[in-house]
């Protein structure tokens, strides 16, 4: 079966994608699929780094795109998952080295050699954001719980209607439960009923991000990390599971516990 | 929230985010600003009062949304036969 290209994007920078990217691409790895992914964000690459896989990087995807080598030399394997690969950024080149045909291009020689290929969109709807969501099948939107976020995230969630790469499902990031029970954070539910879109995952904040970061091993890899749970049930609905959403309230009362029970929340 | 917000009615900051944004993004997905929908409203009561006697002061027009489309919604209260019978004597 050919692969599934998936891109992860968001508009407002900062709100998680290279995370979101790097730890899917990890849960899918995990459960035994050949991953490949490439980062989209050329001139400003963190990917590599994100993955741990900074020292290995020989060519990138300009280096393919203009014939200095072949695709699979630009395939950085990872250090833990045998069956995953980056394909980093030029670092010192910008958007414009890349258009969205080469992106076509590029992922049609990739579609027969994996199962998923995921992308790391750049921040904004420009030139780079065009060749990010150019080949894509799906494009899973990013945002965090907070009013600029959002509001990029709709606006992007249009243009992705309007360029037919369909409305997109949503994953809510950093989302801080105890704010949220405050009525200080904006809930899951708010942003589902502000956006109108399909859910695919809540990412609740956690400090494990940025020390799993820190290492250079995506927090997808900590079995005990709830954002590193989190992203790993995101990666097994991709792959078409059904896994109920994380309950990120343990702190619930006893009428909340009721209403769950019987279904009204 | 605390007492002292709750009793002077004080709205807690997810709320407010809530309100601000889905007006925010009523604008930004109709590209229509609030001057433009007052203009609208003029231009609408214009070409009714036209065909029939409206109550110009109550007609309320706004965007509502459904899912991720929007629509034009108008309220507009016609003034009674009755009272226009006799205002014609």
């Given at each position: 079966m050919p692969a599934q290209v998936i891109t992860i994007t968001s508009?407002?920078?900062?709100?998680g994608k290279t995370t979101a990217v790097a730890n899917l691409a990890v849960g899918l790895a995990l459960e035994g699929a050949k991953v490949v992914c490439i980062d989209g964000d050329i001139g400003l690459r963190n990917l590599d780094v994100i993955l741990g896989l900074?020292?290995?990087?020989?060519?990138d995807i300009v280096d393919v795109i203009e014939g200095r080598c072949r695709l699979k030399q630009a395939m950085i394997r990872d250090k833990k998952l045998p069956e995953l690969y980056l394909i980093p950024a030029a670092?010192?080149?910008?958007?414009?080295?890349?258009s969205p045909s080469d992106m076509n291009r590029l992922i049609k020689d990739l579609r027969n050699d994996c199962d998923f290929v995921l992308i790391d969109s750049p921040a904004g709807i420009e030139r780079g954001f065009k060749n990010a969501i150019a080949a894509a099948d799906r494009v899973l939107v990013i945002t965090n719980p907070e009013v600029s976020a959002v509001r990029d995230a709709d606006r992007v969630i249009g243009i992705l209607e309007a360029e037919g790469k369909g409305p997109g499902a949503l994953i809510i990031n950093r989302l801080n439960p105890t704010l949220v029970k405050n009525h200080n954070m904006l809930s899951a539910d708010d942003v589902l009923d502000l956006l109108a879109v399909e859910l695919i995952g809540v990412v609740p904040e956690d400090e494990n991000v940025i020390i799993s970061s820190n290492r250079g091993?995506?927090?997808?890899?900590?079995?005990?990390s709830k954002a590193g749970q989190a992203f790993r049930n995101i990666a097994k609905r991709l792959r078409g599971e059904k896994v109920p959403f994380l309950?990120?309230?343990?702190?619930?009362?006893l009428w909340q516990q009721l209403q769950r029970l019987t279904g009204r929340k | 929230m605390s007492l002292f917000e709750r009793f002077f009615g004080k709205k807690n900051s997810a709320d407010n985010a809530k309100e601000r944004l889905q007006l925010v993004l009523i604008h930004d997905r109709t590209d229509l600003t609030p001057a433009e929908l007052d203009s609208l409203k003029d231009d609408l009561i214009a070409t009714i009062s036209r065909h029939v006697e409206i109550d110009a002061q109550a007609m309320q027009i706004g965007v509502e949304h459904d899912g991720r489309s929007q629509r034009l919604v108008a309220d507009i209260p016609l003034k009674a036969a009755r009272r226009r019978a006799k205002r014609s004597k």
């Open positions: 508009g407002k920078g900062g709100v900074e020292n290995r990087i020989v060519y670092q010192t080149r910008d958007k414009n080295a890349v091993a995506p927090v997808a890899f900590d079995s005990k309950d990120l309230d343990h702190t619930g009362g | -």
